[in-house]
């Protein structure tokens, strides 16, 4: 009978000291943190509410009443926030990536769509938000076209996607230039057509790589559907300033700005982790 001797790995002294020193330098960090958070929250609450005018911006800003009654409309306006982002994302990433690609065209007949292209992203891109919202919220029914939409919810999300359109579209096309020409030269020399490498090649490896400033930029534009407020939809907005007006009290503000920080925060939280993981992909 043969006894055969199992050898484990054990870690070296050297090492578990070192484990150690790690474990208590994190430990020594985060109280450090902790207690600093906690310390800097209490000075800045201290000096608010020591502040001279505290009672009166208390009484405007903060009264529990006024959230109370305010948040049933507010909250019932925010669900339309959310349907206006729900329908121009879909609709932003497909305008953004047609004209990214559109302007990747390299034939010479190809030239007018380029331009057109070109001529797209400088125009939206320098133009505020807001004015694109007013041009086609008000522009668009005044040209009593047939077929135009009255809705003004519809003619908000037409406008926020035109706007969008134009910082996605630079996005992906980033992304694109990203993709090193030799991932397309091998594409064609497997015989692939030049829609085919986009398709199959290009694309996959471009989008993966534009995820967080593609969320960042939807970020935005959630924040940014209160702006369709400016041509009369009932949203959450337009409904906090319905009951300001009544009561002269900016509480119903804060109700607003509450209901959109807690769908953008998650979002934001979202993208970080994804752009972190992409760095720890790419051993940085």
């Not at 996607?161 to 230039?177: F, H, K, N, Q």
């Not at 091998?186 to 030049?194: D, I, K, N, W």
């Not at 002269?248 to 607003?256: D, H, I, K, R």
């Amino acid at each position: 009978m043969t006894s055969q001797t199992a050898t484990e790995w054990v870690k070296s002294d050297r090492q578990v000291e070192r484990e150690r020193v790690r474990r208590t330098r994190a430990r020594r960090s985060a109280s450090v943190a902790t207690v600093s958070t906690i310390v800097f929250l209490v000075l800045l609450v201290w000096g608010v509410t020591n502040s001279p005018g505290w009672a009166s911006v208390k009484e405007t800003f903060f009264n529990w009443d006024e959230f109370v009654g305010a948040l049933p409309d507010v909250l019932n306006g925010f669900l339309l926030n959310v349907k206006i982002f729900l329908i121009a994302e879909p609709l932003i990433l497909i305008v953004g990536l047609l004209v990214a690609l559109a302007r990747g065209l390299k034939a010479p007949i190809f030239f007018p769509l380029r331009a057109l292209a070109t001529a797209y992203t400088d125009i939206f891109r320098g133009v505020p938000t807001i004015l694109v919202i007013y041009l086609i919220g008000f522009g668009l029914p005044a040209l009593q076209l047939q077929g135009v939409p009255s809705d003004l919810a519809t003619l908000g999300i037409i406008a926020l996607t035109l706007s969008y359109g134009a910082y996605v579209a630079e996005v992906i096309r980033s992304g694109i230039d990203s993709v090193h020409p030799s991932q397309v030269a091998a594409a064609r020399s497997l015989g692939l057509s030049h829609g085919k490498t986009m398709r199959f090649v290009v694309l996959p490896q471009a989008l993966r790589r534009v995820v967080p400033p593609l969320l960042n930029d939807f970020v935005s534009l959630q924040k940014d559907t209160a702006l369709v407020a400016t041509i009369g939809p009932l949203e959450a907005l337009r409904q906090a300033q319905i009951h300001a007006a009544s009561s002269f009290n900016y509480t119903p503000y804060l109700v607003a700005a509450l209901l959109f920080i807690l769908l953008t925060i998650p979002l934001a939280r979202f993208t970080d982790y994804l752009a972190a993981r992409s760095q720890r992909r790419r051993g940085q």
